[in-house]
């Protein structure tokens, strides 16, 4: 036996099609109960409609003055003092479309009215503030500042690194942060994620911080891009709504911390991009470079 799944329609669903269809119109229930029985009779009455309906004949008379604005029924008295004798004549249904056509119409005139009205609203509402700021930090100090201030938040966390190099901001800072950094990680379990350019540099760093602490690679996720086109020699951070930058590479020295949805909402897609198809690396890929023979020599002369 062959299983029909298009249910049959039956009066029932179809009512039940015909009011959800309506109330979506803009339609009460009770104008919806008036106006699908009037559609029943060539013409009725106020009385008539409310014994069909069971609605109470005083809200009826509302009801019909709300369908009649509305263009969906036609009222017709016979003299200016009985309700009881106005006649009741419902409109084609055809008549929907045709209002929600116009509907269409007037709500694009409206858009295209508001659309040249909003820079003149929006002048007014953003004035000169925004909920948006930066702050810029030249020289050294400055990119030393924004590098080593890391915002106290459990938030996740993408960064594209470029691993500065030691002598931008001293070594022995510089280790202390990345070790803090890792133990913080591990200990809050944050969502941690970097993006680095594979070059004998970066490979230099991450081999040195693996070989100081084997759970360097364990506090963060990171992924490796192997193409010369990704140079990168910025590190920037995106937790949350800010966006930390910090420059050091020849001659430029600067930070940079952006407070915006909008810009950390495009830099995390941009991320979340390029993480698809970066590499991961993971404790065989960094052992594979072999040992750091910098930190082999740093050990050597410091026993």
């Given at each position: 036996m062959q299983n029909n799944t298009n249910q049959k329609q039956t009066p029932t669903t179809n009512n039940q099609?015909?009011?959800?269809?309506?109330?979506?119109?803009?339609?009460?229930?009770?104008?919806?109960?008036?106006?699908?029985?009037?559609?029943?009779?060539?013409?009725?009455?106020?009385?008539?409609?409310?014994?069909?309906?069971?609605?109470?004949?005083?809200?009826?008379?509302?009801?019909?003055?709300?369908?009649?604005?509305?263009?969906?029924?036609?009222?017709?008295?016979?003299?200016?003092?009985?309700?009881?004798?106005?006649?009741?004549?419902?409109?084609?249904?055809?008549?929907?479309?045709?209002?929600?056509?116009?509907?269409?119409?007037?709500?694009?005139?409206?858009?295209?009215?508001?659309?040249?009205?909003?820079?003149?609203?929006?002048?007014?509402?953003?004035?000169?503030?925004?909920s948006s700021d930066f702050?810029?930090?030249?020289?050294?100090?400055?990119?030393?500042?924004?590098?080593?201030?890391?915002?106290?938040?459990?938030?996740?966390?993408?960064?594209?690194?470029?691993?500065m190099p030691m002598d931008a901001f001293g070594k022995d800072p510089m280790n202390f942060f990345t070790k803090v950094e890792t133990d913080v990680n591990i200990a809050k379990g944050i969502d941690h994620r970097e993006i680095i350019p594979l070059t004998e540099w970066t490979k230099h760093v991450l081999s040195y911080q693996y070989g100081l602490?084997?759970?360097?690679?364990?506090?963060?996720?990171?992924?490796?891009?192997?193409?010369?086109?990704?140079?990168?020699?910025?590190?920037?951070?995106?937790?949350?709504?800010?966006t930390y930058i910090t420059c050091s590479h020849q001659d430029e020295a600067w930070g940079l911390i952006i407070n915006s949805?909008?810009?950390?909402?495009a830099l995390r897609a941009m991320f979340e991009l390029q993480w698809i198809s970066a590499t991961p690396i993971t404790h065989q890929i960094v052992k594979s470079w072999g040992k750091n023979e910098y930190l082999k020599q740093e050990k050597k002369k410091s026993s």
């Open positions: 099609r015909v009011k959800k269809a309506l109330a979506n119109f803009g339609l009460s229930q009770n104008e919806i109960a008036i106006f699908t029985e009037a559609l029943k009779h060539e013409e009725t009455s106020p009385y008539a409609l409310a014994r069909a309906t069971k609605i109470p004949r005083t809200t009826v008379y509302d009801v019909l003055m709300s369908l009649s604005l509305k263009g969906l029924v036609t009222l017709n008295q016979s003299d200016g003092f009985s309700k009881q004798q106005t006649k009741i004549k419902a409109k084609n249904p055809s008549i929907l479309r045709t209002i929600l056509k116009n509907r269409r119409d007037e709500l694009t005139s409206a858009e295209v009215d508001i659309v040249e009205i909003l820079p003149i609203l929006k002048g007014d509402y953003h004035q000169d503030k925004s702050q810029f930090f030249p020289g050294i100090k400055g990119a030393e500042n924004v590098y080593f201030h890391k915002p106290d938040s459990q938030l996740p966390k993408v960064v594209w690194e470029n691993l602490d084997k759970t360097y690679i364990d506090s963060r996720q990171m992924r490796y891009i192997d193409n010369p086109i990704f140079d990168l020699h910025l590190s920037i951070t995106v937790q949350g709504t800010r949805i909008a810009l950390s909402a």
